[in-house]
């Protein structure tokens, strides 16, 4: 018997991907998009298909999205927060109303899902999985995406805090995805660029460089979702997994120095404890 996807943002990239191989493969899907009605899947049915207007800004949109979900299809097994954008641009030249909608889709967003997703799943009784899709820059600070990383690290520690909060019986599992660069509309017609250039950073054009780098990524969207959806059949997935040959060497570079940072300091770290201090056992 199939299982059952709900997926954020299917429009395009990643969740158009995860939304065409779930049906190929005999599961159904909850495709959402903030206008659903221009959603289009091949092997969609009336049985094993749903798509449904969900702005993840909107509570009452995800509260309708979720009822929806449950009153056709009577239970959801994978939630994937897939929803969300890139900004792009230095920091000072990025306005409030910029940085706090970037925070409010990528992270309020995606944890106001979280929360209805766990009532769901727990009271479905059966379990599930919840995939958080971060990035690389959810590890590793990449230049002229401050906000953008904020917004993914926040995600990483908010999933990392929460898996220890549940409990095992209810074998509700978070798996926070990362992938590198992949050639989506991310890079493209989707990304935001700062809109008040501040001169002191005449020697940085974000948008040239996005310009170049869009279409060249190393990454397969659809390879992509593939790892999205084999972590989905996990019985015990990781807490987290990188996709992308560029995200892999990025994050194996970072453990590299983090590790060399802390030894360095050792010294330091180990020296701020109450005389006498002895750690529990």
Not at 12 to 24: C, D, N
Not at 96 to 120: H, P, S
Not at 260 to 266: D, F, L, R, S, T
């Amino acid at each position: 018997m199939g299982k059952v996807f709900f997926i954020t943002g299917t429009s395009t990239g990643f969740g158009a991907e995860l939304a065409k191989i779930a049906l190929e493969r005999g599961d159904s899907v909850v495709a959402t998009a903030r206008d659903s009605s221009k959603l289009k899947f091949d092997g969609a049915t009336e049985s094993n298909y749903l798509a449904v207007n969900l702005d993840v800004t909107s509570k009452d949109q995800i509260e309708n999205a979720f009822d929806a979900a449950i009153n056709k299809f009577h239970t959801i097994d994978v939630v994937v927060n897939n929803a969300g954008y890139g900004l792009s641009g230095e920091f000072e030249s990025l306005s409030e109303k910029q940085i706090r909608a970037q925070m409010e889709v990528n992270f309020f967003g995606l944890i106001d899902v979280t929360r209805k997703a766990l009532e769901v799943l727990r009271a479905q009784g059966t379990g599930g999985r919840i995939q958080q899709v971060t990035s690389i820059g959810g590890q590793v600070g990449v230049p002229t995406f401050s906000i953008y990383c904020a917004s993914k690290w926040a995600i990483e520690g908010f999933t990392e805090a929460l898996s220890l909060e549940l409990k095992p019986e209810w074998n509700i599992h978070l798996t926070c995805i990362e992938p590198g660069g992949f050639r989506t509309d991310w890079a493209g017609r989707s990304m935001h660029f700062g809109e008040n250039k501040n001169p002191a950073y005449d020697h940085i054009d974000a948008k040239t460089a996005m310009g170049k780098r869009n279409g060249t990524q190393a990454g397969d969207p659809y390879k992509a979702a593939l790892g999205y959806y084999e972590l989905a059949m996990m019985q015990d997935p990781p807490l987290r997994c990188i996709l992308g040959t560029d995200a892999y060497a990025t994050i194996n570079k970072k453990l590299k120095t983090y590790a060399e940072n802390v030894k360095k300091y050792e010294k330091l770290s180990n020296s701020t404890d109450v005389d006498g201090y002895k750690a529990p056992s």
